[in-house]
């Protein structure tokens, strides 16, 4: 085969691996829910612990929504190559001989689509219970809508590391957790800034640049992962 | 096509089985037999690339695997055409159309069923026609006439000697209650390393 | 086709490849790293003795932060050494797992528990200055959250190991962990420091006055060396015992009870 | 305020972790070397009643 059929065919696998992921989310619509209500809960506990003070509650805003984002996304990361490592799909994407890394790249878009997209989109509702400043709503969108495709990326290492346990969730959250700080850090720094009317373009940008790092190295970390946890 | 040497695999620091030497050519079946426990699907596992041996080489030389093994990588959620037309559009694959490949297997019937409606013998039947989907030239069966009726059994050797009469090659692993029918069969018995 | 009966002939293997196979031999390294470890407690507890009487003995209180500051003798070291310990983890993590070195991958796990106890001593050290210093056990500033969170990597490379069942396995997915981390430890620190001059953190800082007198150097540079070598007895001592553990069943673990038992 | 009970505190702490940490892996050894011998005894009483 030549190089560019090689190319044509595995943008073809990528494309049906991330249709068929769509797909049978969609085929079990009120599980792609969980996330989302899980973030609009944890959100509203935060009025509740702290009380409804709203200077109080804009000041923690980013934070707090940060953090649950964080958490949503965890809780969400087992149904990443769960399903596929049981039923022994993920065995015959070895045997194919795709290259693995784009199979993780593939099933990472495609739960970013079905669990990270979801949390972008409700921020402003959580925002507004927040009651964070209006001025601010754009940039913690845009730093939702950049973190949490590496939410996803970094995660799907952890995933790929604890599939083979039995119960590998509290797990998970352990591995994972310490990757997030930097994010967490730069994104709420971000949405800070921008509620203290400072310029914040340089956090967004340092939170690009972590976007294209994990989206370089982090399915090639996830594959040898995933190889691992096969064997 | 898969030339195997010196092949030893190790699980809690102790070879799952002796040394595999084998040289399997195109139009051969390899049948790996041996007693429940001597590692007949952790071999098969690591001529399909997904364990990687302890020591020994491996050398392969087809265009393609195909594998089934115990877990059969059918989508649940799927009927049985996605989850075919999946696997060619994944494959890139595009002879046969997969509702002729249904017919040959027997599922035309239950074609559009999500495959969790499935029995498990039909869900073999399923995988045998992912096996078609692929195209490959080398088979990879672990057990595969486990849960299928008298007629499932015939339908794999129909399969298998239409795939080696094609030039292709199979390595097939089984407990031994049926054996197919096939001239340049060569039977391999597996002896487990703890026997040792 | 040809099926050959496969019972006796062993792989034939070139040199180097004997060279390594010999290294990496569990009854070699067991004998060999031996007759180290005594010898490693004996340096680092005769270098230890010497640093803390020159440290907490003859050195001169510190004219700012008073006697406090000889916590820093326990402190600092333990902080070097639950870096170096990461990045000699990492390395032979990298090691293992592109030449699936057993004996590298044993060792890389075993760095792990090491590491992670210094890096609670770092942190109860470290609080336990902060109390006379800032007034208060705990402050978030930059060294010791990138402590804490350093120390969370360790517990989940720890908890990875020792989850999964198979021995080699759990290995390489630990050592995979290690590696990850290893990426992402400067981006944290680096972050982390960042995050603590944003919110105008405490600024004290370490070493108290910007000059350090000799008097002062000296038992902290004897503490760095003495805690390297408590490094180097604990790691083989684990290392050794991981290999009994794992191969219990094997002739030479008799062989080598049965030497030492006359 | 008297610095005394802190630096006593830290040295402390570091020694029982760090002793701790030394000696774990030797009392994790004479456990294995107990399993071993265990192990003997099981294999030799077996191969007395086999001959």
Same mark, same amino acid.
């Given at each position: 085969m030549s190089g560019q059929a090689v190319n044509a065919s595995l943008s073809r696998a990528f494309f049906a691996l991330v249709r068929r992921d769509i797909l049978l989310a969609f085929r079990r619509r009120t599980e792609l829910l969980f996330p989302v209500i899980f973030l609009m809960v944890v959100v509203s506990l935060f009025p509740l612990g702290i009380g409804p003070g709203p200077q109080l509650l804009a000041r923690i805003a980013p934070g707090v929504i940060w953090i649950a984002a964080l958490l949503a996304t965890v809780i969400s990361l087992d149904a990443l190559f769960r399903s596929d490592f049981e039923d022994g799909t993920l065995e015959q994407f070895v045997i194919s001989g795709h290259p693995l890394t784009l199979i993780a790249l593939a099933k990472i878009l495609s739960h970013w689509l079905v669990a990270g997209l979801p949390i972008v989109l409700l921020s402003p509702l959580l925002a507004l219970w927040m009651n964070l400043p209006g001025e601010s709503l754009g940039v913690m969108i845009l730093t939702l809508a950049i973190g949490t495709p590496i939410l996803s990326l970094i995660g799907s290492i952890g995933v790929g590391l604890t599939?083979?346990?039995?119960?590998?969730g509290q797990l998970l959250s352990l591995l994972v957790f310490p990757l997030y700080v930097p994010i967490l850090i730069i994104a709420t720094a971000a949405v800070m800034a921008a509620s203290d009317s400072l310029p914040y373009t340089q956090f967004l940008g340092l939170l690009t640049a972590g976007l294209i790092t994990s989206v370089t190295l982090a399915p090639f970390a996830a594959a040898a992962a995933l190889k691992i946890s096969l064997s | 096509m898969l030339s195997a040497s010196q092949i030893v695999f190790e699980r809690y620091f102790e070879p799952v089985f002796e040394p595999v030497n084998f040289d399997l050519k195109s139009g051969e079946l390899l049948l790996v037999t041996g007693a429940n426990g001597c590692g007949k699907t952790t071999l098969i596992r690591v001529l399909a690339g997904i364990l990687h041996p302890t020591s020994g080489q491996l050398d392969l030389k087809a265009a393609g695997m195909a594998y089934v093994g115990?877990? +059969?990588?059918?989508? %649940? %959620? +799927?009927s049985v055409v996605e989850n075919l037309r999946f696997m060619r559009d994944f494959l890139g694959t595009s002879g046969t159309s997969c509702e002729q490949l249904i017919s040959q297997v027997g599922l035309t019937r239950v074609a559009e069923q999500q495959a969790r409606t499935l029995s498990a013998g039909q869900r073999k039947r399923c995988a045998l026609a992912r096996l078609l989907v692929s195209e490959a030239q080398l088979w990879l069966l672990d057990?595969?006439?486990?849960? +299928?009726d008298q007629e499932g059994v015939e339908l794999v050797d129909i399969l298998l000697n239409r795939h080696l009469d094609a030039g292709g090659a199979c390595v097939l692993a089984t407990h031994g209650a049926h054996r197919p029918q096939w001239a340049g069969t060569t039977d391999y018995h597996l002896v487990s390393g703890a026997a040792a | 086709m040809n099926v050959e009966t496969a019972k006796t002939n062993k792989p034939r293997k070139n040199a180097f490849v004997m060279f390594i196979h010999k290294m990496g031999s569990p009854p070699w390294f067991y004998n060999f790293t031996g007759k180290f470890i005594p010898w490693f407690w004996a340096i680092f507890i005769v270098l230890t003795v010497w640093g803390l009487y020159l440290g907490l003995v003859k050195a001169p209180a510190d004219y700012?932060?008073?006697? /406090?500051? =000889?916590i820093l003798y326990i402190h600092v070291p333990a902080a070097w050494m639950s870096l170096l310990i990461y990045i000699s983890m990492a390395i032979m993590a990298f090691i293992a797992l592109v030449w699936r070195i057993r004996i590298v991958e044993i060792l890389a796990m075993t760095s792990a528990p090491i590491g992670a106890a210094f890096t609670i001593v770092t942190l109860a050290a470290g609080s336990l200055w902060g =109390?006379? #210093?800032?007034? #208060?056990?705990?402050?978030?500033d930059a060294r010791l959250t990138s402590e804490l969170v350093l120390l969370f990597i360790y517990l989940g490379i720890i908890g990875l190991y020792n989850a999964i069942d198979e021995p080699r396995k759990a290995a390489r997915a630990a050592c995979l962990l290690a590696l990850v981390g290893a990426v992402n430890l400067p981006i944290i620190h680096y972050s982390v420091k960042w995050w603590n001059t944003l919110h105008q953190? /405490?600024?004290?800082?370490?070493?108290?006055?910007s000059s350090i007198d000799t008097s002062m150097l000296w038992p902290l540079l004897i503490m760095a060396v003495a805690t390297k070598f408590y490094y180097g007895a604990n790691l083989l001592t684990r290392a050794r015992v991981k290999l009994l553990e794992q191969d219990i069943r094997k002739a030479w673990v008799r062989e080598v009870l049965k030497e030492k038992n006359g | 305020m008297s610095h005394t009970p802190f630096i006593i505190g830290a040295y402390s702490i570091g020694a029982i972790v760090l002793l701790w940490c030394a000696f774990a892996p030797l009392l994790r050894k004479k456990s294995i070397t107990r399993d071993i011998r265990r192990l003997v005894q099981v294999e030799e009483r077996s191969r007395d009643t086999n001959t």
């Open positions: 599939i083979s346990l039995k119960r590998g | 115990h877990y +059969l990588g059918i989508k %649940d %959620d +799927l057990e595969p006439y486990s849960n +299928l | 700012l932060q008073g006697e /406090s500051f =000889r =109390r006379p #210093t800032w007034g #208060t056990y705990w402050v978030w953190g /405490s600024s004290i800082s370490l070493m108290g006055g | -």
